[in-house]
């Protein structure tokens, strides 16, 4: 008996939708823009340009692809053009096929460098909650105190919700307001295992830069535990921050500085650093 093969009109309705999206992302200055606005800030078309070593108006024409495709959101503010991801759920898209990828064979050249894919790795940005060897201590610290279950699932437990309150002074109806999830697990692509994004990741980001126990480095994505921050989440947590590899081994302050400055310069250079 011979199966006859469908008509073109069966195929999934979704099909040219999502080759459509594909197509967005399928170009490298477009994924660089993306991967840059992962901040969860908003950046001018100028800053974006300079970021992927483009021309202004190919950045231009790049942007207004990828607004009118849904992924981007602008502003206007005078003469300039604020762009950046249109919700959670864009960046949540970006993460998640940033984590199928290898990490890049090539180590860095040169000290800065060096300096900006260390500072990356130990602690950053991943749109608006931590990522990196920082985020994914935070949350293994988390999971441990049954603060978060990830038996079968990621999920704040009724302590979380307590120690949120406690601890950031966070309003527990705010961890469910919206459709946003309350909690979910990230995909670290440094450390390959999860951090805690969802809005309850998003508070504990904000909820530490606020107290400066985090610092962002630079202008980029990179953040750092600060001395105070050690000492809070040592004991909010029972987190040994200089065991888990999250301070940074500078020679005094002057040295952190600039190691802070190269970071940043370089990370800005940096088109890989989701």
Known sequence: MTTQAPPPDAAPAHSVGLARLASLLADRTRAAFCLALLDGRAWTAGELAAYAR???????????????????VEHRQGRHRYVQLASPRVAELIEGLTAHLDPPAERPRGLRAA???????????????????????????????????????????????AWFAEALATDTAMLRAGRRPTA?????????????????????CAGLLERAWVRRVGSGRAVRLTPTGAEALRDLLGLDAEAAGLLQRTGGAAQAALLDGQAAEAGREDGRSA
């Open 115 to 161: 300096n900006a894919s260390a500072a990356l790795a130990r602690g950053r940005t991943c749109y608006d909650h931590l990522a990196g060897r920082l985020g994914v201590a935070v949350t293994d610290a988390m999971t441990g105190r049954g603060l978060i279950d990830q038996d079968g699932g990621f999920a704040l437990t009724g302590a979380g919700r």
């Open 54 to 72: 483009v021309a202004p108006s190919s950045a231009s024409e790049h942007l207004t692809r990828l607004t009118e495709g849904g992924l981007l």
């Open 184 to 204: 979910r697990g990230c995909l670290d692509w440094t450390e390959r295992r999860q951090h805690l994004a969802g809005v309850a990741g998003a508070r504990l």
